[in-house]
């Protein structure tokens, strides 16, 4: 008893609650919309122009504020640990507070509201890359996230099998309907039909979420030593690809097939052992599955010449001019959707006006090229360091490689998904995903490789 009681309170296990509580928000995101001058300046309520507070920004707050608390009386804060994570960010920091003082004559909420966010991403990257240092911590994060995935993917089905939302409003569901302009349809046999959205604000990012859980699955499977684990596995793999074929995203088809390409040939490619392919058979049987019951949707979805598509052709020119006549700084971070009338050739109505559809010339209209190539260096600065931490491990550590395998093959993914679309640069969900993967690259990666082994 006496041993409990002078027991140290460890306030690090606290901030573990708050990141479960965190990531289950991610999932479910509820908030609170502020209506600024920014919120329908387009015509029409856009996510993009308007400023909310998640319940998941708050517990993100509070898991970091109990993380950086000092450990006991003989520990110094882990503030500093904090600081040693994130001082490569340096440059990313000063070049968004260049850019405000570049646009100080025209700042906005917008401005202020976004450089905020990108604080709290670099916020979020420390914060996971210290939790991650316990490998109890990761082994629950793949399993709670697999699990709320597999869940949004049954949720999608229902939503897309039923024509209508669930009931989940409170829980972050949209209520989507037919009849409602500017949300994501499919017309089939001359009938319209609503994509699945689970609680998420579009199917396109949820299939992000539902791409990841797939491959976090796989590599569950992999490293799972009873059978009624594998079978379990397998059932949900097979769940979220149908789920994730359910949202009907072109580029999340196209990302699993590229990422099913890199981690099940890099296992071929090096002999790794527990080789297993009942993932990808279950995959793949699923998509077979898939194909017979939305047949006539998926075909509607083989053409790069809908509207959709040409779209994504019209703001990428849109956005082009918009680089092009503010080379350095951009228009400022946040403010290009509402630049987007502006260098258009023809007039928008408001429910066509919407963020470039990709990550980088998104990031490019609104900071500048030389933001940009600070993004890119930051991305595959983390890649990089997976590669070589893949390398250095397979022969000494194949589950370790395997994982950073899985780390690798879902940053690639997400980058790939980038160039087709913008939500992870302006939907909560998506953008807290990005970061809080390269939070855990970088904690699996940190102090790995010898120097001699960097060559």
């Not at 569901?173 to 579009?202: M, S």
């Not at 569950?220 to 690809?241: D, R």
């Not at 995203?249 to 097939?257: D, E, N």
């Not at 509402?338 to 990709?358: A, G």
């Amino acid at each position: 008893m006496k041993q409990s009681k002078n027991k140290p309170f460890n306030p690090g296990k606290i901030a573990e609650i708050f990141f479960y509580l965190f990531i289950f928000s991610l999932f479910f995101p509820i908030r609170y919309v502020f209506i600024t001058s920014t919120t329908f300046k387009t015509g029409v309520f856009l996510d993009f122009t308007s400023i909310s507070l998640y319940l998941s920004d708050i517990l993100l707050v509070i898991t970091f504020l109990w993380l950086i608390l000092p450990r006991s009386e003989n520990q110094i804060s882990r503030g500093k640990a904090f600081y040693q994570v994130i001082k490569g960010f340096w440059v990313l920091t000063i070049w968004l507070i260049l850019d405000i003082i570049w646009h100080f004559k025209a700042f906005s909420s917008l401005n202020a509201f976004y450089f905020i966010k990108f604080l709290e991403f670099i916020v979020a990257y420390g914060t996971v890359a210290l939790l991650f240092q316990e490998t109890r911590v990761k082994l629950l994060f793949f399993k709670l996230f697999a699990a709320l995935g597999t869940v949004q993917a049954g949720l999608v089905l229902g939503q897309f099998l039923l024509q209508r939302p669930l009931g989940l409003s409170l829980l972050g569901e949209q209520q989507v309907f037919t009849w409602n302009q500017g949300i994501a349809k499919l017309v089939a046999n001359g009938i319209t039909y609503v994509r699945g959205y689970g609680t998420f604000p579009h199917p396109n990012p949820l299939s992000a979420y539902l791409l990841a859980t797939i491959f976090i699955l796989i590599y569950l499977f992999t490293q799972a030593e009873q059978k009624g684990k594998k079978i379990v596995y397998s059932l949900m793999i097979a769940g979220t690809t149908l789920g994730l074929i359910a949202t009907f995203s072109r580029a999340a088809f196209l990302a699993l097939g590229l990422g099913l390409l890199i981690f099940f040939g890099y296992f071929l490619y090096k002999h790794l052992p527990k080789i297993n392919f009942v993932p990808l058979g279950t995959i793949l049987l699923s998509l077979v599955l898939a194909f017979i019951i939305f047949r006539p949707f998926l075909l509607i979805r083989a053409t790069i010449s809908d509207s959709a598509s040409l779209e994504r052709v019209f703001y990428a020119k849109v956005g082009w001019q918009i680089i092009k006549a503010n080379p350095v700084f951009g228009v400022g971070v946040g403010e290009s959707v509402l630049h987007m009338e502006q260098y258009s050739p023809v007039k928008l109505w408001p429910w066509q006006i919407q963020p470039i559809h990709n990550y980088f010339e998104l990031f490019a209209a609104d900071l500048g090229i030389i933001g940009v190539l600070i993004l890119l260096w930051i991305f595959w600065s983390h890649l990089w360091k997976l590669v070589l931490s893949i390398r250095y491990m397979v022969s000494k550590s194949p589950p370790l490689a395997t994982c950073y395998l899985l780390l690798a093959t879902i940053l690639t993914c997400f980058l790939l998904l980038m160039l087709f679309d913008h939500y992870f640069y302006t939907l909560q969900q998506t953008q807290l995903l990005l970061w809080l993967l390269l939070g855990i690259i970088a904690a699996e990666t940190k102090n790995l490789i010898p120097e001699q082994d960097k060559a």
